[in-house]
């Protein structure tokens, strides 16, 4: 891994903070290894006929991959659990402190909340761990089961003349007022990833430059993208898995990986020490981890993957031309408080 060399606006905008962020190479697309977990573990899950899993994703999705798993596992029977994040941290620290924490695996999309309460997850890595990239991890308890990904995405009706890099964004000689849209910084940690980014890379007047553009702004991904669907903005940023199955089923909406990088938000996953179904659950994991796993999430997900070689690579990723970001863990808690609201300040906006 190497720092990422910002442009001489970023580096006077980050002078003195040491907040630069990590670039992750990613490789081109490599044959799969199959999952061929020991027997050993097999029948163990097999005994256990079930396990608890609490996720912050989406329900759909999680019961897609829940579906996959069972066509090789059928035998194990999962309890999904659902809730929104800050819901669901509550919900494990609470169980937790009275001695009833139900749950054997934990799935979050914020890093910084699982490493909070890490000491509440058993010892796991899985089989193929030296395959990811390091700078995925916050805790080595703790695995990337889900990388979502950055993409710039735009309606391929409206668009004659689309972007092609993270600082067209800012060309208002290109597109006229509310053509582009984003969503709002504070709206949760992957939007904080990417606000990161256009700072720390792209330069410390990313922000006002495309603020000077009066982009349309949005809650989160899932109204954007719609909005883009029927037209009513043209060009957004976008987490990939929200535009990808819009796309996918025929939406007039074409995406692309900027060359200047590709912020990504690891999530983090573990098997709590107090789980009664270890086995079915690193089982699950193991999978989950596995060039099997992680293809679903890739290929009908739209996500990406925190492997340092894919099993897999998405329509439209040059591994030549497109390189990872994540953020330095430290700085990702750190500056948050601060930078979101000057975020505000400069799109005018007001919570």
Known sequence: MSELKLNRRGLLGMA????????????????????????SLVEAARKEGRFTYYTAAFAEV?????NLFNKRYPF?????????????????????????????????????????????????APPNAED??????????LWPRITPGWCIAYNSELVKNPPKTWMDLTRGDLYKPGTIAQVIAPSGGTTWTRVMFERQVLGEDYWARQAATKPALYPSGAPLSDAMV?????????????????????????????????PIVPYATGIPKTAKSPNAAKLFLDWSMSDEGQIHSIKDHGNLTSLKAPP???????????????????????????????WNKTFGYRQ
């Not at 003195?16 to 799969?32: D, V």
């Not at 999680?62 to 829940?66: F, G, R």
């Not at 940023?237 to 060359?259: C, E, H, M, S, W």
């Open 16 to 39: 003195g903070l040491g907040a630069l962020g990590t670039t992750l190479s990613y490789g081109p697309a490599r044959a799969q290894k199959p999952f061929n977990p020991p027997a």
């Open 62 to 66: 999680e019961q897609e991959t829940i």
């Open 76 to 124: 194990i029977r999962i309890e999904m659990v659902r809730a929104p994040g800050g819901q669901l941290i509550t919900r494990v620290k609470t169980e937790a402190a009275a001695g009833k924490l139900t749950a054997d695996v934990i799935d979050h999309s914020d890093r910084g909340l699982m490493k909070a309460i890490e000491d509440l997850f058993a010892d796991y």
């Open 132 to 141: 990811y990239l390091p700078g995925a991890l916050v805790s080595p308890k």
């Open 230 to 262: 029927r037209g009513e903005v043209e060009i957004a940023p976008l987490v990939y898995n929200v535009i990808y199955t819009k796309q996918r089923d025929g939406a007039p909406v074409q995406t692309f990986f900027p060359p200047e990088g590709i």
């Open 312 to 342: 897999y690579n998405p329509p439209g990723f040059d591994p030549k031309v497109a390189k990872l970001w994540v953020p330095k863990f430290e700085e990702f808690e750190k500056l948050r408080e601060t930078w979101i609201p000057e």
